[in-house]
């Protein structure tokens, strides 16, 4: 079947470290994966798209990486800071039909 | 200001009593959709519109239905609600089914 699996267990760091959450999917060809913040009871609000052929794709201090191989999706935040807190979901086309489907998320907590 | 705008933002109602939810954006996006999101399932596509007078089903449609009747609203309407649609309900917009998607506040729906 279909999957696309996110950490369900929270991310505890300390500020200023490098988070990293992933994204695994089976069953899927995505041409495009995307990275998601969402804050409790808000709509999520998109981050970073990256596409098959992209290896890797930075915004300030985001970065993803997609590895169609592996079947993974890495997503960092380097200099994390407590306002970092938040899920994150990613979310990827299903090759098949014309939407996105959303992984369960990953909730990352940032410690002084 | 590009903003998707959903009404209401909480409603409480009672099993059978038919409600709408609207959603409006003003950014001239051709595709437009519903989602659902419960604790441990993750956001999930319930209808989607690739463009006006043209709706299709999600993942979970049923006991939903949609009108895309002009190109910047897309109301949802639940006929007759049971409390297994309590839930936080998300309107998006965008482009096209792969790019960035914006999200609306959403709807925290409560069935009794």
């Known amino acids: 079947s279909q999957k696309i699996e996110q950490n369900s267990e929270a991310l505890n760091i300390q500020e200023g470290k490098t988070a990293t959450l992933t994204c695994n999917y089976t069953?899927?060809?995505?041409?495009?994966l995307q990275w998601y913040r969402q804050d409790p009871g808000r709509g999520p609000v998109f981050l970073l798209l990256?596409?098959?052929?992209?290896k890797e794709k930075r915004k300030e201090r985001l970065k993803v990486t997609f590895d169609t191989t592996l079947k993974q999706s890495l997503f960092h935040i380097t200099a994390s800071q407590p306002a970092d807190s938040a899920t994150y979901l990613c979310?990827?086309?299903?090759?098949?039909?014309?939407?996105?489907?959303f992984g369960t998320g990953t909730r990352l907590q940032v410690t002084l | 200001e590009a903003q998707v705008t959903q009404n209401p933002r909480y409603l409480i109602t009672v099993t059978g009593k038919k409600l709408t939810v609207t959603c409006s954006q003003n950014?001239?996006?051709?595709?437009m959709s519903w989602y659902r999101q419960d604790p441990g399932l993750g956001l999930r596509q319930i209808y989607y519109?690739?463009?006006?007078?043209?709706?299709d089903k999600g993942d979970v449609p049923e006991g939903y239905k949609v009108s895309r009747k002009e190109k910047r609203n897309f109301p949802l309407i639940l006929e007759s609600p049971s409390p297994n649609q309590t839930s936080l309900y998300f309107c998006?917009?965008?482009?096209?089914?792969?790019?960035?998607?914006?999200f609306g506040p959403g709807t925290r729906l409560t069935v009794l």
């Open positions: 998006a917009s965008s482009l096209d089914p792969y790019n960035e998607q914006f």
């Open positions: 069953n899927y060809s995505p041409a495009y």
């Open positions: 990256i596409r098959e052929n992209e």
């Open positions: 979310a990827l086309d299903t090759g098949t039909a014309s939407k996105l489907t």
């Open positions: 950014m001239n996006h051709e595709y």
């Open positions: 519109s690739m463009n006006v007078e043209v709706t």
